[in-house]
């Protein structure tokens, strides 16, 4: 019986790998995104704007105090238009499908 060198978990690794390279790209996609729609008050929040990568991918942030406001606020009129709340939610639902694209790309680049 032929011996099978079976690299199942080196390619399991390299899958896990590419998706969570694509994850931190799509944040700082998401990210410069959300900075052109968040209001420009102050600049802070916007110059607050942030991808942290995490084991499993990236976290994006605004750090101000006034950036949860700001993004869940529903009765507030920013002075600039195109900006004002949900700066974040928008741009991460624009990019859920290339996200989604790029996963199945960097899968087949690996599985075939």
Not at 5 to 14: I, P, R, T, V, Y
Not at 81 to 94: A, E, K
Request: hydrophobic share 35%.
């Amino acid at each position: 019986m032929p011996k099978v060198d079976w690299k199942g978990d080196a390619l399991a690794k390299l899958a896990e790998d590419a998706c969570i390279e694509v994850a931190r790209m799509t944040a700082e996609t998401v990210k410069g995104a959300a900075v052109d729609l968040c209001p420009i008050e102050t600049s802070q929040t916007r110059q607050s704007g942030t991808v942290t990568e995490i084991p499993k991918g990236a976290e994006i942030s605004f750090n101000t105090p006034q950036a949860a406001w700001l993004h869940e606020s529903q009765n507030y009129t920013p002075k600039t238009p195109g900006t004002g709340p949900n700066y974040l939610r928008q741009p991460l639902l624009d990019a859920e499908g290339q996200y989604h694209k790029d996963i199945a790309d960097a899968l087949k680049a690996i599985w075939g």
